[in-house]
Nanobody, 113 residues
Framework: QVQLVESGGGLVQAGGSLRLSCVAS????????MGWYRQAPGKQRELVAT???????YVADFVKGRFTISRDNAKNTVYLQMNSLKPEDTAVYYC???????WGQGTQVTVSS
């Protein structure tokens, strides 16, 4: 079955950077579109970024210019590089195989002001 293991979260000051990683198994990774979502306390889960199997990317307007999504097919891994972090970026971040309902456990990102 699909397994997604996110890592790289933590506590960082505003203006800092983090790189999240998600290792996927149970899928043919190189042909799978992947996405990063986040859910802040009391809010709905929202889409942050996606990357297609051909590495076409989409980044939500609220993080555009600060976050970058990438993938390494040799490692079955999708990344989310987060720069210029703001307190409002605080959330649990999840990766997902687009079109598949399974979610990983997520990784907590906390940005202090």
């Amino acid at each position: 079955q699909v397994q997604l293991v996110e890592s790289g979260g933590g506590l960082v000051q505003a203006g800092g950077s983090l790189r999240l990683s998600c290792v996927a198994s149970g899928i043919i990774f190189k042909t799978s579109a992947m996405g990063w979502y986040r859910q802040a306390p009391g809010k709905q889960r929202e889409l942050v970024a996606t990357i297609s199997s051909t590495s076409t990317t989409y980044v939500a307007d609220f993080v555009k210019g600060r976050f970058t999504i990438s993938r390494d097919n040799a490692k079955n891994t999708v990344y989310l590089q987060m720069n210029s972090l703001k307190p409002e970026d605080t959330a649990v971040y999840y990766c997902k195989v687009l079109g598949v309902s399974h979610w990983g456990q997520g990784t907590q990102v906390t940005v202090s002001s």
